[in-house]
Nanobody, 127 residues
């Protein structure tokens, strides 16, 4: 499975962006999909995750209420709608696909459980 992330760019604080991640070379209908990010000089961190149906999700506290993860299994895409962006959201954002799941729990915040990663898309939020 290859993942292609897109939608990054430069936005002012308070603005919005939608990131998209498209899968090719396989279907991810039953798999967990997540978003992570890595700011300059920082470690990669968990942002959001969705189970196969989109009904079970989790977010890191700093984005909860501002970001929304959604997926379109018919199109093998997962999106991350980001609203009320802050300068501290500046990072390279990565999408990832992990093992099938029917309920999201704490383990899905760990990057090591994900098998496939996109190349990353840069989000820059100016103050």
């Amino acid at each position: 499975v290859q993942l292609q992330a897109s939608g990054g760019g430069l936005v002012q604080a308070g603005g919005s962006l939608t990131l998209s991640c498209a899968a090719s070379g396989g279907r991810f209908t039953s798999f967990t999909t997540g978003w992570f990010r890595q700011a300059p000089g920082e470690e990669r961190e968990f942002v959001a995750v969705s189970d196969w149906s989109g009904r079970s999700t989790d977010y890191t506290d700093s984005v909860r209420g501002r970001f929304t993860i959604s997926r379109d299994n018919a199109k093998d895409t997962v999106n991350l709608q980001m609203n009320a962006l802050k300068p501290e959201d500046t990072a390279v954002y990565y999408c990832a696909v992990g093992p099938p799941s029917f309920r999201i729990d704490a383990r899905h915040r760990r990057s090591e459980i994900y098998d496939y990663w996109g190349q990353g898309t840069l989000v820059t939020v100016s103050s």
